[in-house]
């Protein structure tokens, strides 16, 4: 046998071979590469959409929180501590409730009863007011006492008021306001806000 055409033979197959494993290489990279920007742009997408969605929750936080603020600069400071009582006295008040409200227009008359009871609470506790000094009290204190009341009322929108039997709070949100422990700090947050700055 040529001693050539066994070299050329030899040559030819390890350039097929060299040939064969870079394509190979080629398209499995190409698989792998594709596969991984798939799942990366779904992953980024559900990100995205959490964090549009929690935004749009965390807006509707903001303005809960400044209204609780401008209705503390406009009525006075000292409102704060009859609007928490009336939050918290809401609670049981709308549980415990025997009527039947369903009939009647569903959860928009479910919530404007449950507001209905917030503003009877604050009539009922005004007296309270004076709890809270007189003298100025900070607008940091203010910004803290309408955080935490603001994040009281979305814990009561979300366990106790129906309210999302139309609006879905994002996983984000209900991770904060929708487990026991996040239930729990929502409930003590005014009181010790209260307790800390309450007092001017």
């Given at each position: 046998m040529n001693v050539g055409q066994?070299?050329?033979d030899l040559v030819q197959a390890f350039v097929a071979f060299v040939s064969g494993a870079v394509t190979f290489a080629s398209n499995f990279l190409t698989t792998l590469l594709s596969f991984n920007l798939s799942e990366i742009g779904n992953l980024l997408e559900t990100l995205w959409a959490q964090v549009v969605d929690f935004s749009a929750d965390f807006l509707g936080f903001v303005?809960?929180?400044a209204g609780v603020a401008a209705f503390a600069f406009y009525f006075?400071?000292?409102r704060i501590v009859p609007l928490v009582a009336a939050l918290y006295a809401s609670i049981p008040l709308f549980l415990l409730s025997p009527f039947d409200l369903t009939p009647y227009g569903g959860v928009i008359v479910q919530v404007a009863f449950w507001v209905l009871l917030?503003?009877?609470g604050?009539?009922?506790f005004s007296t309270l007011a004076s709890f809270m000094a007189s003298v100025s009290t900070g607008f940091v204190n203010v910004v803290v006492?309408?955080?935490a009341t603001a994040g009281l009322v979305l814990a009561i929108a979300i366990n106790v008021i129906?309210?999302?039997t139309f609006y879905t709070f994002s996983p984000a949100t209900l991770a904060l306001f929708d487990t026991p422990q996040g239930v729990y700090f929502w409930l003590i947050a005014p009181l010790a806000a209260l307790f800390?700055?309450?007092r001017g």
């Open positions: 066994l070299i050329e303005v809960v929180a006075g400071r000292n917030v503003l009877l604050m009539v009922a006492l309408s955080v129906p309210i999302q800390v700055f309450g």
